[in-house]
Structure formats: structure tokens, C-alpha cells
């Protein structure tokens, strides 16, 4: 009878266990795919929006501005990494979730409502700029916030699986600002566009935000960094010190595990739809088609990477990630036309080798910190990569395009693919490793 009761309660435990298992990844993931939609829609509206904040007689000069804009953003990041990281580990993981996703939804607000340049003269892209930083200084936080809850929500032998709806959720987002590119490009002339309809995204992810916000008020602290707290660990005082002097391996391998992945990400997410319309004539409403498509299969494959990982561990994964950009990314890159076949298998290309790392990211990155560092370790190295390299991507293609040596950026990705493959080779298998 004892033996029944006991059995009883196990499956009634696990029960709810299974239950409330899904009620961390559905928080953290609606507020991120609502993050990840306000932060991308600025590349994928740059064209119709540019010329009214950066006027120029030169239509590329304008989109430089622009993309600069975007680099700017990105310069925020690490101080977005470092003040939230900081926040996250001292006050707690709903806080600091919490805390990203209303630095998103003010700023695409108050984008939505901007009068341009002709309006209020120097007074817009000054605006756009600050709007742009504090939105960078979200995003920032957000990566470490949400890795780190992910993770430490996560069971040890299923961590691959849980890490693999952060970029799931991102890509949801990036979907859901590709689809409507897509939508309005197809339903509103460019005359229109550029008057008033590239206004409707950031409006409509403001309000998103918003709701995210009222959604994640209600998630649960992870169970490891309650008990980090139920147990009175001593946080140190100076955090920044503590991680580079105690955990200095640690922060040179997340670096060599995020140079690669931060090329990758932008490359095909932000400017090879741009690059096609510009490059080799393709209609945007293809260009933006194509890019929906293969961020609809990117999302769905990373849990299933995810879980892969659980199974076969971490390193065959990323291995072969940095082995299929190296060889690879020259040739497919430098192939893409401006048909949707074309311009799609380009895109699941860059995206699914890229999905066999960031499906991961989360996991691995968490492996390699200590609960009372951890958000600040993921999140200050990780920014300063993608700052440093990332948010310059755009910027440098669009440059490197009006003087005819797109090429030469190709050589320089397939190189931090290299030096992303030694770190890859280097790091020791983490898969069902306990967080501590």
C-alpha cells in the first residue's frame, strides 16, 4: 500500500513537473520573440526610412547613416551586458527580464511617433540615436538574461532542448518582422512605405512589448539561484573582478565560441535579403519571402538541435558549423541570385549551419560560469564580440559593396570561422554537466 501511495505521489510529482516545466520557456519566450521583433525591424525598414532621418542626394550614403545607426545600437550592448548582467546576479532573473523588455517597448514607441528631419530638423536622428542606445542597452541585457534563466530552469540531461527556444523565440521574432516586410511590401506602394507605413511595425512591437512585460511579471525565479540565495552564498563585491581574475579560461573560451556566431547571425538575418535587392536586382517582396521561409525552418529546427546536443553532446555540433562556414561560405554566398529558390537555399544555408550553434549557445555559455556570475559572464564577453563585430557587419557589406570588394568580407567571416573551430576543438564535451 506504501509502495502505491509512494508511486501515486512520484507520478502525480512528475505530473506537474511536466506541467510547470514549460511555464519558464513559454515566459521567457514570448518576451523575447517580442524583443527580437521591435530590435530587427529597423534593418529590415532601413530603405524607406533612411533618406527622412540621414538626408542625402546619395542613396547609399543615406543607408550608411543608417546602418551606423545600427552599429551604434550595438555599441551599447556590452554596457547593456555589464549594468543588467549586474543587476541579474544581485537582484534576480525576473527582474532583470522584466527590466529588458521595457527598454524595448519605450523606445519603438517613441520611433513609431518620430517626426524626421524635415519636421524637427538635427532634433530627429538625434532622437533615433538615443531611441537606438537604450534599445541596444535592452538588448544587450536580454541575451544573458534570457540565457541564463533558460538554462538554470532547465533539468541537466534536457538543457540543450530548453536552451534551443531562446533562438527559436528570437527567430519568432525576426519572423514575424520579416513576414510583415513581406505583407506591406506587397499590400503598399514604396511611396507609401516611405511616408508613413514604415511606422506600423515599430507601433505594433511597442504594444508587444508591453504585453510581454505583463506576461513575464508572473515567471518563477529558477530553482538553482534560489537555492544560491536560500544558502546564503556570499555575492562577491566586485564582480567584474571576480570574473576575469577567478574565471579568466572561461571568458576567452566564450569569446572564441561567439566570434563566429556573431557574423553568422547578422549576415543572414539582417543583410542578405538587403543585399539581394540591392545587389543582383531581386524584388523585395521575393527577397523578404525567401528570408520568412528559411526563418520559419530555422525555428522549428532548434529545439530539435537542442535536444540533439542532449544526445550526442555539445562539440560534434559546433564543430561542424565552424567546418561548414570555412569551406563553404564563400562559394554559396557568391552564388545567390535573384530568384526565390536562389535567395532561399542561400538562406537555409547560412541559417541551419548557424542553428547547430546557436540552438546551444545558451547551454554551453552557462556551463561555463558559476550561479553568482553567470548572467554578467554570458553577458558582458559575449556583447563585446557581437558589438565589435556583429554591429558592424551591415555597416561594412554595405561599404565594401559600393566599392566592389563584397568579396573580401566572405574571406574575413570564413576566417573567424577558423578561429571559432580551434576554440570548438579546444573545449571539453559539457553536455549533462550540473550547473553550480
Not at 556590452?78 to 546576479?89: R, S, T
Not at 525552418?297 to 546536443?309: C, E, T, V, W
Not at 546551444?360 to 565589435?388: C, H, M, Q, W
Request: include cysteine; proline fraction near 5%; charged fraction near 10%.
Amino acid at each position: 500500500m506504501a509502495h502505491t501511495i509512494t508511486g501515486e505521489a512520484g507520478e502525480t510529482a512528475h505530473s506537474q513537473r511536466a506541467t510547470t516545466a514549460w511555464r519558464p520557456i513559454i515566459a521567457g519566450s514570448i518576451g523575447n520573440t517580442i524583443e527580437w521583433f521591435d530590435w530587427s525591424i529597423y534593418t529590415a525598414f532601413a530603405l524607406y526610412f533612411g533618406h527622412q532621418f540621414f538626408p542625402s542626394d546619395d542613396e547609399t550614403t543615406s543607408l550608411l547613416a543608417t546602418f551606423g545607426v545600427f552599429a551604434v545600437g550595438f555599441g551599447m550592448r556590452p554596457v547593456g551586458g555589464l549594468v543588467i548582467g549586474l543587476f541579474n546576479d544581485r537582484v534576480g532573473r525576473r527582474a532583470a527580464l522584466n527590466l529588458t523588455i521595457l527598454l524595448m517597448a519605450i523606445p519603438s514607441l517613441l520611433i513609431g511617433l518620430l517626426p524626421t528631419y524635415a519636421s524637427i530638423g538635427l532634433a530627429a536622428p538625434i532622437l533615433m540615436v538615443l531611441a537606438r542606445m537604450v534599445q541596444g542597452l535592452s538588448v544587450g541585457g536580454e541575451y544573458g538574461a534570457a540565457a541564463t534563466f533558460l538554462a538554470e530552469s532547465a533539468p541537466a540531461e534536457r538543457r540543450g532542448f530548453y536552451s534551443g527556444f531562446l533562438f527559436c523565440s528570437i527567430a519568432a521574432g525576426l519572423l514575424a518582422a520579416s513576414g510583415l516586410a513581406w505583407l506591406l511590401t506587397n499590400v503598399m506602394s514604396k511611396e507609401q512605405l516611405t511616408d508613413y507605413g514604415w511606422r506600423i511595425p515599430f507601433l505594433l512591437g511597442s504594444l508587444g512589448s508591453f504585453a510581454g512585460f505583463w506576461i513575464r511579471r508572473g515567471v518563477a525565479e529558477p530553482e538553482v539561484f534560489r537555492k544560491n540565495q536560500a544558502l546564503g552564498h556570499v555575492r562577491p563585491a566586485h564582480p567584474l573582478r571576480t570574473l576575469w581574475r577567478e574565471h579568466p579560461q572561461a571568458v576567452k573560451r566564450l569569446v572564441g565560441i561567439s566570434l563566429l556566431g556573431a557574423f553568422a547571425f547578422y549576415l543572414f538575418v539582417s543583410y542578405i535579403p538587403v543585399h539581394a535587392i540591392r545587389s543582383v536586382g531581386a524584388v523585395p517582396s521575393v527577397s523578404y519571402a525567401a528570408s520568412t521561409v528559411a526563418l520559419a525552418i530555422f525555428m522549428l529546427s532548434q529545439p530539435l538541435f537542442g535536444a540533439m546536443s542532449d544526445r550526442l553532446g555539445r562539440r560534434p555540433q559546433l564543430i561542424v558549423f565552424a567546418l561548414g562556414y570555412a569551406l563553404l561560405l564563400y562559394p554559396v554566398v557568391s552564388s545567390i541570385g535573384s530568384s526565390f529558390w536562389s535567395i532561399l537555399l542561400v538562406e537555409l544555408f547560412g541559417l541551419l549551419f548557424y542553428g547547430l550553434y546557436s540552438s546551444i549557445a545558451p547551454a554551453i555559455k552557462s556551463e561555463l560560469f558559476p550561479t553568482d556570475v553567470r548572467a554578467l559572464g554570458i553577458g558582458l564577453p559575449y556583447n563585446l564580440v557581437v558589438a565589435i563585430f556583429g554591429g558592424t557587419t551591415p555597416y561594412l557589406m554595405t561599404w565594401l559593396q559600393s566599392r566592389g570588394h563584397e568579396s573580401w568580407f566572405l574571406f574575413y567571416v570564413s576566417a573567424a570561422a577558423l578561429v571559432s573551430l580551434v576554440a570548438f576543438l579546444r573545449m571539453p564535451e559539457t553536455r549533462g554537466k550540473p550547473l553550480n
